[in-house]
Nanobody
Framework: QVQLVESGGGLVQPGESLRLSCVASGIRLNFYDLGWYRQAPGKERELVAS???????KYADAVKYRFTISRENAKNTVYLHMNSLKPEDTAVYYCNAEFGWHNYWGQGTQVTVSS
């Protein structure tokens, strides 16, 4: 059974940092393109950052230069380092793993940025 489990979310103040982790079981992430998505209340889910199996990264304009996606294949884990957080970053964050027609999602972790 394939599982992606996110962790690291929480309540922080504007300007603070968080690191999200997503650990996979049942698959080897080495072969997968990985992404972090987020969904705010009343909005559609959007791609925040992605990292290919080869290590190429892409970022949404809203998070560029503040967020960093990385992967540690030996730990079957993908991370999202979030700096200079803003209230508009408040959302549920989901990790995604895609390889061919295989597509898996985690259950999400809440990030709330508020003073």
């Amino acid at each position: 059974q394939v599982q992606l489990v996110e962790s690291g979310g929480g309540l922080v103040q504007p300007g603070e940092s968080l690191r999200l982790s997503c650990v996979a079981s049942g698959i080897r992430l080495n072969f997968y393109d990985l992404g972090w998505y987020r969904q705010a209340p009343g909005k559609e889910r959007e791609l925040v950052a992605s990292i290919s199996s080869g290590g190429s990264t892409k970022y949404a304009d809203a998070v560029k230069y503040r967020f960093t996606i990385s992967r540690e294949n030996a730990k079957n884990t993908v991370y999202l380092h979030m700096n200079s957080l803003k209230p508009e970053d408040t959302a549920v964050y989901y990790c995604n793993a895609e390889f061919g027609w295989h597509n898996y999602w985690g259950q999400g972790t809440q990030v709330t940025v508020s003073s």
